[in-house]
């Protein structure tokens, strides 16, 4: 009687622990599955650096990783925006880089460091003529940015990163500009002023390369033959369904990927090694991502599962990423040949996300004006 007693007890004792094992990866997976598919505006924004003041005409900040990062980057907190250039000097814990535009932060101030440059529409910021107008999608309109140009045969369509904006394609614009390419830069669901998806979540580029598939017939409906696709980080994983699902990818002639997403499982571990968070725990994640955005991860693995249609490719990565692998460009490059994918690679050393334009101008210049001359005749 005792040891059948003990036996219950023990069974009880297991369940309870089963349980609250249980909730707690819940509780776990349900946290990431948040900072993954909840829109930047529905998250806190985050100012990890510290501005410390004016030293002549250089901005100080406090030294970290991102604040002496080379080249040319910008700087915002709440209520302003700076753009700064490399780094002039970095002692004793201070970093100083010239102050190339804006006013500086008040010393103290809480700041992020961007790749975005401009804060503004491509009149604003870059002098170029262009048209606000809004793409006919399955949710409701979007707004975009059309900047003409000579060629009226091939549109480059610009797909922003996750909580990104349109505005993180500028820095490219006049080149494409200058190679007589007409740019429509997009937004997508869930971007502010943009219909939402009907749960309020992002899927990751399971749905939002609808938005992308309604851009690529605005451009047809306006004489475009062929499209280039240029996509961000996120944006990558967008362009990689839209190519795979799409009835309009036959339209697309190149594809440029800037730190893209290729494999959303390699992005997670990463970014659970970044939070000090165990990458066992990455397969939880994606369950209660998956079930709350019906998700299926598996298909965005361009290696294992690659589009149909594999147009000229040009993929560029910073060996430094801490946001999305550079490995998963690696893997790509790797098995391109194998998968009869004309695929160029492009890593630039010391280049965090996003940053390789920002990092090693003309290293991404060169390359992207070569691969467009030879991809689709763009002039140089």
Same mark, same amino acid.
């Given at each position: 009687?005792?040891?059948?007693?003990?036996?219950?007890?023990?069974?009880?004792?297991?369940?309870?622990?089963?349980?609250?094992?249980?909730?707690?990866?819940?509780?776990?997976?349900?946290?990431?599955?948040?900072?993954?598919?909840?829109?930047?505006?529905?998250?806190?924004?985050?100012?990890?650096?510290?501005?410390?003041?004016?030293?002549?005409?250089?901005?100080?900040?406090?030294?970290?990783?991102?604040?002496?990062?080379?080249? @040319?980057?910008?700087?915002?907190? $709440?209520?302003?925006?700076?753009?700064?250039?490399?780094?002039?000097?970095?002692?004793?814990?201070?970093?100083?880089?010239?102050?190339?535009?804006?006013?500086? $932060?008040?010393?103290?101030?809480?700041?992020?460091?961007?790749?975005?440059?401009?804060?503004?529409?491509?009149?604003?910021?870059?002098?170029?003529?262009?048209?606000?107008?809004?793409?006919?999608?399955?949710?409701?309109?979007?707004?975009?940015?059309?900047?003409?140009?000579?060629?009226?045969?091939?549109?480059?369509? @610009?797909?922003?990163?996750?909580?990104?904006?349109?505005?993180?394609?500028?820095?490219?614009?006049?080149?494409?500009?200058?190679?007589?390419?007409?740019?429509?830069?997009?937004?997508?669901?869930?971007?502010?002023?943009?219909?939402?998806?009907?749960?309020?979540?992002?899927?990751?580029?399971?749905?939002?390369?609808?938005?992308?598939?309604?851009?690529?017939?605005?451009?047809?409906?306006?004489?475009?033959?062929?499209?280039?696709?240029?996509?961000?980080?996120?944006?990558?994983?967008?362009?990689?369904? @839209?190519?795979?699902?799409?009835?309009?990818?036959?339209?697309?002639?190149?594809?440029?990927?800037?730190?893209?997403?290729?494999?959303?499982?390699?992005?997670?571990?990463?970014?659970?090694?970044?939070?000090?968070?165990? @990458?066992?725990?990455?397969?939880?994640?994606?369950?209660?991502?998956?079930?709350?955005?019906?998700?299926?991860?598996?298909?965005?693995?361009?290696?294992?599962?690659?589009?149909?249609?594999?147009? $000229?490719?040009?993929?560029?990565?910073?060996?430094?990423?801490?946001?999305? $692998?550079?490995?998963?460009?690696?893997?790509?490059?790797?098995?391109?040949?194998?998968?009869?994918?004309?695929?160029?690679?492009?890593?630039?050393?010391?280049?965090?996300?996003?940053?390789?334009?920002?990092?090693?101008?003309?290293?991404?210049?060169?390359?992207?004006?070569?691969?467009?001359?030879?991809?689709?005749?763009?002039?140089?």
């Amino acid at each position: 009687m005792a040891r059948r007693k003990i036996i219950r007890i023990t069974a009880t004792s297991l369940l309870v622990l089963l349980v609250l094992v249980t909730a707690a990866l819940g509780g776990v997976g349900w946290y990431y599955s948040n900072e993954l598919l909840k829109p930047a505006e529905a998250l806190p924004q985050r100012y990890p650096e510290t501005a410390l003041g004016l030293a002549g005409k250089n901005l100080v900040l406090a030294e970290s990783k991102l604040t002496t990062l080379r080249g @040319t980057f910008g700087v915002v907190w $709440p209520g302003g925006a700076a753009k700064v250039g490399d780094v002039s000097s970095n002692e004793a814990g201070r970093v100083e880089r010239p102050l190339l535009d804006g006013t500086a $932060p008040p010393e103290g101030t809480k700041v992020r460091i961007e790749t975005d440059l401009y804060d503004g529409n491509p009149k604003t910021t870059l002098g170029l003529v262009y048209s606000d107008v809004a793409i006919p999608g399955e949710l409701g309109d979007m707004p975009a940015w059309l900047v003409p140009a000579s060629n009226q045969d091939t549109w480059v369509i @610009t797909v922003h990163g996750r909580g990104a904006s349109r505005e993180e394609a500028l820095r490219v614009v006049p080149q494409l500009h200058g190679a007589g390419l007409p740019v429509l830069l997009i937004t997508y669901r869930n971007d502010p002023g943009v219909p939402k998806s009907p749960d309020g979540l992002y899927h990751l580029g399971d749905t939002e390369w609808h938005d992308v598939e309604a851009a690529i017939h605005y451009a047809q409906g306006q004489g475009a033959k062929k499209v280039v696709l240029y996509g961000w980080s996120m944006g990558g994983a967008i362009i990689g369904q @839209t190519l795979a699902r799409s009835s309009s990818a036959s339209a697309v002639s190149a594809v440029v990927l800037d730190s893209p997403v290729t494999n959303w499982t390699q992005t997670l571990n990463l970014q659970a090694q970044n939070r000090g968070v165990p @990458t066992w725990l990455t397969p939880v994640a994606e369950v209660v991502s998956g079930w709350r955005a019906d998700i299926d991860f598996d298909r965005f693995d361009l290696v294992a599962n690659p589009p149909a249609l594999k147009p $000229p490719t040009l993929v560029v990565h910073g060996s430094a990423d801490g946001t999305v $692998p550079a490995q998963s460009s690696r893997d790509l490059a790797a098995a391109a040949n194998g998968l009869g994918w004309p695929l160029q690679y492009v890593e630039i050393p010391g280049a965090d996300h996003t940053s390789g334009w920002n990092v090693a101008t003309d290293t991404y210049r060169g390359a992207l004006g070569d691969f467009l001359t030879r991809s689709i005749g763009a002039k140089p």
